[in-house]
């Protein structure tokens, strides 16, 4: 960025400048975690005066500091000191309001203070938003520099997830075997889903443990459906008779072993097998990422073939669809070119000719791509790599579990991400989490799963 000023003996009255902003959630966001102003009048989606509205309206400081982004970039701009300020507000601010600053510059004074008329309007009517007059001590040393850089911020919010949750609450509550959510986590997730009307768990499993962790919860388990189950093989063998009974339309981890779940769901005569294998999805919301990522697999196939690799990348393209998104497969490797000597870049290019000849449908699949080049467009081109994936993947395929367990835990504990999990190619959605994930991200996960059950049944609400 490069930065001019204007000196006081440069300065004449008349001298004006604005900038133009366009107020973002991130904005305020951002502007009541540095300030400490959490006041939800100025929080977007929620209701700070009881109207029964969502409020949203921008602080009036924040609103008063972007004239600080003029006084101090544009005129006088760098090396520009305030003195005093005088503020009157006129209108509110919004999120999405695009606002005009500008400042004018009146008169100067012998002791080096300058003197301009401030204000800001909203760009789309002209209204004015605020009016005042500011006193500064302008700069008397020249300044033109290009090689100012300030750290960029990321708001850590998790809005994909919101937006699954709203697309979630409206269809119909998925009913979901819960299977031994016999300890307070496993429960409290199963218990938030239900009362955001997105699941009606039937818990399965000790009935006199999962009392317990009720009880410890301090949650009210009446009208809830319980069925008895003495161990964890035997809750999850009876939650594939709910499921094939068309009492069950989802299943959900609760306390046990993944392994455990999973073991009578792949029995041929009595599990949940639909031709497919089973592969898992991490559906991760990743702060500053304008898309969700999927990771695939971190949690099932150790080391996947080519065959199978065929069903994960299906297996997500599908989730991605209902989903609404457009599904664009970077499969990984450690070289974005063809390496004889390194498997995964020769499935990861067998996947992408299968995809041009239709064995793998509904959306691009590129590879071999590195970890840069599959989401980093600026790596793709440096690299020379072009069409529709490089640079932009949101589905990662990735060569076995360890890498994609890796990957998926860097997204959560470095880069702050949410991660809904899913197994999919069963005949229902199997919701898995673990111990150590957030509410958040067991409740987007029941809400990914309902979002596709629904969606393949082609039902929009309920």
Do not use: W
């Not at 005088?86 to 012998?110: C, M, N, P, W, Y």
């Not at 269809?171 to 199963?190: I, R, W």
């Not at 919701?431 to 969606?455: E, K, Q, Y």
């Amino acid at each position: 960025m490069r930065l001019v000023n204007r000196t006081f003996d440069e300065l004449q009255p008349g001298d004006t400048a604005e900038l133009r902003r366009l107020i973002t959630q991130d904005d305020l966001y951002g502007f009541a975690s540095v300030s400490g102003n959490f006041n939800p009048m100025h929080l977007p989606n929620e209701d700070g005066d009881g109207d029964g509205h969502p409020d949203g309206i921008a602080p009036g400081m924040f609103v008063a500091s972007l004239l600080s982004a003029v006084l101090g970039s544009r005129l006088p701009g760098p090396g520009t000191l305030n003195r005093r300020q005088a503020l009157e507000f006129h209108q509110q601010v919004r999120e999405g309001d695009e606002l005009i600053t500008r400042v004018t510059v009146l008169s100067k004074a012998a002791n080096g203070e300058v003197t301009l008329a401030t204000e800001i309007r909203r760009a789309g009517d002209a209204a004015l938003v605020l009016s005042g007059e500011a006193v500064v001590i302008a700069p008397i040393f020249k300044f033109d520099r290009d090689d100012i850089e300030v750290p960029g911020l990321i708001v850590q919010r998790h809005r994909h997830f919101d937006a699954f949750l709203e697309t979630a609450r409206p269809l119909p509550a998925l009913v979901t075997a819960v299977v031994c959510p016999e300890e307070t986590n496993s429960l409290d997730g199963a218990l938030l889903a239900m009362k955001e009307s997105i699941i009606t768990p039937i818990l399965v499993g000790h009935a006199a443990a999962i009392r317990a962790a009720a009880a410890q919860l301090g949650a009210e388990l009446s009208g809830i459906e319980i069925v008895e189950a003495a161990t964890p093989a035997e809750a999850a063998a009876m939650a594939c008779t709910l499921v094939h009974e068309g009492r069950a339309q989802a299943v959900m981890k609760g306390h046990l072993h993944t392994d455990d779940l999973l073991k009578p769901m792949v029995d041929r005569d009595r599990g949940l097998r639909i031709g497919r294998r089973f592969t898992h999805v991490f559906v991760m919301d990743v702060p500053g990422q304008p898309n969700p990522v999927m990771v695939t697999d971190a949690a099932i196939n150790i080391a996947p073939d080519l065959p199978t690799k065929m069903d994960i990348c299906q297996n997500a393209i599908d989730l991605a669809l209902s989903l609404g998104m457009e599904p664009k497969v970077g499969v990984l490797s450690a070289v974005e070119t063809v390496n004889p000597a390194i498997q995964s870049s020769i499935d990861a290019a067998l996947l992408s000719k299968m995809a041009d000849r239709g064995q793998i449908k509904g959306g691009l699949v590129e590879g071999p791509l590195a970890m840069d080049n599959a989401v980093d467009l600026a790596a793709a081109r440096s690299k020379g790599l072009k069409g529709g994936v490089a640079g932009q993947a949101n589905i990662l395929v990735v060569p076995g579990i360890d890498a994609g367990n890796m990957l998926a835990k860097q997204l959560a504990y470095i880069s702050h991400a949410e991660g809904a999990g899913l197994v999919l190619g069963a005949k229902v959605p199997v919701i898995l989490n673990s111990r150590s994930d957030s509410s958040m991200s067991r409740l987007a996960s029941c809400a990914v799963a309902a979002i596709h059950h629904f969606h393949a049944k082609g039902t929009t609400r309920a």
